[in-house]
């Protein structure tokens, strides 16, 4: 009954919707998200750099942030050649089958890493999703040595992503940037030469913005 009323007051605020027995978000909720969007340091120091590296390369490009067991994107731009399904802003897509998740997760202590992992279920997603515990603890120290995540198919066939951290001058991992593109632009020889470095000094570059 307590939770009922909670639901009837909401709709009458303008934020559900409901039919008398089922309720569901009302378009006013976005209210929320694009006053964070709109007065947020993040996104508006991103949004420039992420429009720069869409314009040169075509490809699409995403700032997220660690939210639990998710990542959420703050920022994003880019053509929309190649954009898997659901990446827009204020997106929730979990973190351990994304590259920005997994580098916002390599970016933890180990005090707080060990407590996230530490008896979790890991859904499977795809085919390629990694969920056995020890492969995926193996895989943060991969990600932390060489500090930057390549994900592929893990959490939607046919996606590739590349992600790198971005900190801030006290070398705290605040967010993570990435860029999806095809298979072939992900590829270990091409992705050293090409996607990687432009995200690497995308991230310096932001780096006392943070």
Known sequence: ??????????????????????FWLAPKVLRFSGSYLASARLPRVAQPTLN??????????????????????????????????????????PAHATST?????????????????????????????????RRFRALMDEVREQDWCVASEEHELGVHAL??????????????MNVVASRQRLEPRVLQKDLLPLLLEAARELRPLL
């Open 1 to 22: 009954a307590a939770a009922r009323r909670h639901l009837l007051t909401l709709a009458h605020l303008g934020y559900l919707e409901t039919d008398g027995s089922w």
């Open 52 to 93: 720069r590296l869409a314009a040169q390369t075509g490809e699409s490009f995403s700032v997220v942030v660690l939210d639990g067991d998710h990542v959420v994107i703050v920022a994003r731009s880019g053509t929309g050649r190649l954009l898997a399904y659901g990446l827009h802003l204020g997106a929730r897509l």
């Open 163 to 176: 992600a790198v951290p971005l900190r801030n001058l006290e070398g705290r991992t605040v967010a993570a």
């Open 101 to 133: 998740g997994r580098v916002l997760l390599a970016g933890l202590a180990r005090g707080e890493f060990s407590p996230w992992l530490k008896g979790r279920e890991l859904p499977r997603l795809t085919a390629h999703t990694v969920v056995d515990a």
